[in-house]
């Protein structure tokens, strides 16, 4: 099986613009979360969801951060407009509750704003 | 929510030498794991600990919780330069979802 997929791997983008992350999750997964990953703060949760509904949103940083999740398989995490200190890696991880506890990671999303 | 401290920060160690490093909650854990992180790569789930005084054993790597369940410690053993990237512990709570907190890491260096 495919693992969680993530896009683009990299982007940059000058400050002021939208950005948008893209997370497909493993197939037969029901709760998605979204980390941001930077030297200073290390591995921080944003969102999760469970079964399509956002449960936790008390690691967004700020209102210009936004997450849906359109469908059970696929979500996106968007910043608009962007600053410099958003630079950081996104990650986006899926679990299947009833298979047990461990939560898979997708490679990454490098975001460098200028 | 539960803070979780690693150390040490960074390691350097000569090929085939043992090593630990180890992670403290500030709060009883109900569940902790740990990954790696190869630099530019995802997280590689290694082993998830619930049980106070709990041992789990992958290839040369061991991952212990202490009986308080507040501390755990992964050891490798002969070290290899395969090894190397940043250890993470993480933790749920028990009304997290199984939504994890991580520590800041513990980046590994094995020198031949």
């Known amino acids: 099986d495919a693992g969680v997929i993530q896009s683009p791997r990299h982007e940059v983008t000058e400050m002021g613009q939208e950005v948008t992350l893209r997370c497909k999750l493993i197939?037969?997964?029901?709760?998605l979360f979204w980390y941001r990953q930077t030297m200073m703060r290390g591995l921080e949760l944003l969102i999760y969801?469970?079964?399509?509904?956002?449960?936790?949103d008390s690691g967004m940083p700020e209102d210009r951060f936004s997450a849906k999740m359109p469908n059970a398989s696929f979500s996106t995490l968007k910043i608009q407009p962007s600053e410099p200190r958003d630079s950081a890696v996104y990650f986006c991880?899926?679990?299947?509750?009833?298979?047990?506890?461990?939560?898979?990671f997708g490679e990454g999303s490098w975001l460098t704003v200028v | 929510s539960q803070e979780l401290e690693q150390s040490p920060q960074s390691l350097i160690v000569q090929e085939g030498k043992n090593l630990t490093i180890n992670c403290t909650s500030s709060?009883?854990?109900?569940?902790l794991y740990w990954y790696k992180q190869k630099y530019g790569e995802g997280l590689i789930f290694l082993m998830m600990?619930?049980?106070?005084?709990e041992e789990k054993s992958h290839e040369k790597i061991t991952a212990k919780l202490d009986e308080k369940k507040q501390q755990s410690s992964l050891h490798i053993t002969a070290s290899q330069p395969s090894h190397a990237g940043i250890y993470l512990c993480?933790?749920?709570?028990?009304?997290?979802?199984?939504?994890?907190?991580f520590g800041k890491g513990t980046s590994l260096l094995v020198t031949p």
């Open positions: 991880a899926s679990i299947r509750h009833e298979s047990g506890n461990t939560i898979y």
């Open positions: 197939s037969g997964h029901n709760s």
């Open positions: 969801f469970n079964n399509n509904v956002p449960i936790d």
């Open positions: 709060k009883t854990l109900y569940g």
């Open positions: 600990l619930q049980k106070g005084g």
């Open positions: 993480g933790a749920d709570g028990i009304n997290s979802g199984y939504a994890l907190n």
